[in-house]
């Protein structure tokens, strides 16, 4: 098992979900999380002042998935979250060594 991460622009959170859904991933957490990469923040202006914003709003999407089926979900990810401009985000893949569903007690591939 491998738990994916992805950090997108909010924006494309609907088409991410869609390309999951097409695949048959029927579940994912979503969180609001701040940060910046290469793009280093940018500026505003809010009531004739221009300032810094250094930390850019994002979406960070979290799912657990079979082994062989990271490189599916991952490149489903990748087509639906670019957009071809710098701070499209990262997707991170880490190994998942068990899983435990609370209300059954199933575990492992069963309880995902």
Not at 53 to 58: A, C, I, L, S, Y
Request: charged share 35%; net charge positive; aromatic share 6%.
């Amino acid at each position: 098992m491998r738990k994916i991460e992805a950090i997108i622009k909010p924006f494309k959170l609907e088409a991410v979900k869609e390309a999951l859904t097409v695949i048959g991933i029927t579940g994912m957490t979503v969180s609001e999380v701040k940060g910046y990469g290469r793009q280093k923040g940018h500026k505003e202006m809010y009531r004739g002042a221009e300032y810094n914003v250094d930390f850019n709003p994002k979406l960070k999407i979290e799912l657990v998935v079979a082994a062989e089926l990271v490189e599916r979900v991952v490149e489903s990810i990748r087509k639906a979250a670019n957009s071809e401009k710098i701070g499209d985000g990262k997707i991170f893949i880490l190994p998942v060594e068990d899983v435990l569903r609370v209300r059954t007690g199933e575990r492992g591939r069963a309880a995902i």
